[in-house]
T-cell receptor
Framework: GNSVTQMEGPVTLSEEAFLTINCTYTATGYPSLFWYVQYPGEGLQLLLKATKADDKGSNKGFEATYRKETTSFHLEKGSVQVSDSAVYFCALSDPYSSASKIIFGSGTRLSIRP | DTEVTQTPKHLVMGMTNKKSLKCEQHMGHRAMYWYKQKAKKPPELMFVYSYEKLSINESVPSRFSPECPNSSLLNLHLHALQPEDSALYLC???????????FGSGTQLSVL
């Protein structure tokens, strides 16, 4: 079945450091891929998405590229800020299901030190 | 209005109580969802309503009963819950079942 595997956290970085959070997936067909972010005490927010191979999603300085050959969708940011501290979830949706069943990875907690 | 509003934000209930969680959106979305999230875990899908009809029930125990009175509202009725049901309950909506999800802030439920 479909699944998402993320690197385990927590990840702790200093402000202005480079960020990579790894995500790989297993899926039949051609899923859409997402990164969601959850700030403390809040629900999830869509950060970025990509719907086909080689697409690059980007938002708020974050980027991720849909790599079909390596089944990966790694999240990157060139210079993190304290305000980026949150839990990040990689997710996929199966476009062939009758209703959207988003499958989430286990989440990666990111903490940024001033 | 791009918000999904959930009430209450916090709820404490005993195992014999009956309570309801409410969710509302005014974005014209036709798919609405209930997720359960335990601490430090990803959200787990419970129910999906598509065009006001229940389309997915992920084998959720009958002590959880969803209701979609109209296209803007989604309720989750709770009865005879167990302490292990304590979690953050998230509502979400999307334009159609295949579009991106918009989440509410959740209801933090504690069952004593």
């Amino acid at each position: 079945g479909n699944s998402v595997t993320q690197m385990e956290g927590p990840v702790t970085l200093s402000e202005e450091a480079f960020l990579t959070i790894n995500c790989t997936y297993t899926a039949t067909g051609y899923p859409s891929l997402f990164w969601y972010v959850q700030y403390p005490g809040e629900g999830l927010q869509l950060l970025l998405k990509a719907t086909k191979a080689d697409d690059k999603g980007s938002n708020k300085g974050f980027e991720a590229t849909y790599r079909k050959e390596t089944t990966s969708f790694h999240l990157e940011k060139g210079s993190v800020q304290v305000s980026d501290s949150a839990v990040y979830f990689c997710a996929l949706s199966d476009p062939y299901s009758s209703a959207s069943k988003i499958i989430f990875g286990s989440g990666t907690r990111l903490s940024i030190r001033p | 209005d791009t918000e999904v509003t959930q009430t209450p934000k916090h709820l404490v209930m005993g195992m014999t109580n009956k309570k309801s969680l409410k969710c509302e959106q005014h974005m014209g979305h036709r798919a609405m969802y209930w997720y359960k999230q335990k601490a430090k875990k990803p959200p787990e899908l419970m129910f999906v309503y598509s065009y006001e009809k229940l389309s997915i029930n992920e084998s959720v125990p009958s002590r959880f009963s969803p209701e979609c009175p109209n296209s803007s509202l989604l309720n989750l009725h709770l009865h005879a819950l167990q302490p292990e049901d304590s979690a953050l309950y998230l509502c979400a909506s999307s334009q159609t079942p295949d579009e991106k999800l918009f989440f509410g802030s959740g209801t933090q439920l504690s069952v004593l």
